[in-house]
């Protein structure tokens, strides 16, 4: 329960962040060579973020659900990818507002009808543009679409790794593939940023950056790393499945029959192949040991 208390707290101080005034910066006329690029809309607009970054994944996270069964792997998979998209938030807001560094197109937003005012007290800018225009001026760095992107596809990333085994040595490209598809995504918006000019190259590599390692710190808070043997699935399956053993064991040390009724148990579950040689179900196997043919290593 205090996981989600600490969310909601994560998520207040998001939205004061992104309330506040950033700090302005001194902006000179010399200054402005970098800062007179067009001003354009957005090729990914700011609501489309939530969507393909919080949503997508949890639909994914659902879809695994409805086939595995697993209530533990569903909330801390929806647990691992707020807290990865809130505290990048929270940390790339910071930064915004502490830094003040102007976007690409910020004549433009100072200065709407390209009359140029530098008559500051140390000749700095005197703007005269809309005030909600050059408060977002200033929120340049680092880039708030591109660390929102790889938080979020980057923990979906690190999700699917786990889920199909993509580092089972087995050499299939379309584990790979399949993995990097949403980092794929994430780059393609980061860069989209630069290209619409509200964004520095430096800012989209910072934001990228930040997104990527709160990601992956905060998947591993509640699961194995993907190359291990157990990383199909979350650190509380595992710990909940040991004391579910361990309560059994107690409780057949205090039976007299428990050694017949478990023999009785194996040799039912044991089969025999078509060769001859037998085969056994082990209880410890994973939910599922397959996830649509992929984990199974099967073309």
């Not at 208390?5 to 005034?21: N, P, Q, S, T």
């Not at 998979?77 to 502490?98: F, M, P, R, S």
């Amino acid at each position: 329960m205090h996981d989600w208390i600490i969310l909601l707290l994560l998520a207040v101080i998001e939205g004061v962040l992104f309330a506040i005034h950033p700090f302005y910066r001194f902006v000179g006329e010399d200054m402005m060579t970098d800062l007179k690029y067009p001003l354009k809309d957005n090729t990914v607009p700011i609501w489309a973020v939530p969507i393909y970054a919080v949503l997508l994944p949890i639909v994914v996270f659902l879809l695994i659900y409805f086939r595995r069964r697993c209530v533990y792997d569903l909330h801390h998979g929806i647990l691992g990818l707020l807290y990865a998209v809130l505290i990048t938030g929270v940390i790339t807001d910071a930064i915004k507002v502490a830094t003040g560094r102007p976007r690409p197109d910020f004549f433009w937003r100072c200065f709407p009808d390209g009359v140029g005012n530098f008559t500051g007290p140390w000749g700095d800018v005197l703007c005269h543009g809309q005030k909600s225009d050059i408060k977002e001026g200033h929120k340049s760095f680092p880039s708030g679409h591109t660390s929102w992107s790889f938080a979020g596809l980057g923990f979906l990333s690190f999700y699917l790794s786990g889920k199909i085994k993509v580092f089972d040595r087995r050499g299939h490209v379309a584990k790979v593939c399949l993995v990097l598809l949403p980092l794929l995504v994430a780059s393609l918006v980061a860069v989209s940023r630069v290209s619409d000019y509200w964004h520095h190259w430096q800012d989209v590599f910072a934001g990228g950056l930040i997104g990527l390692v709160v990601a992956s710190i905060c998947y591993l808070q509640f699961f194995p790393p993907p190359y291990n043997d157990d990383g199909w699935g979350p650190y509380a399956y595992f710990k909940a499945r040991e004391e579910s053993n361990a309560n059994s064991n107690m409780g057949h040390s205090m039976n007299p029959l428990h050694v017949d009724i478990r023999e009785t148990h194996v040799a039912n579950q044991q089969t025999t192949r078509p060769n001859g040689n037998n085969a056994y179900m082990y209880e410890d196997s994973p939910p599922s040991s397959t996830l649509d043919g992929m984990e199974s290593g099967r073309r």
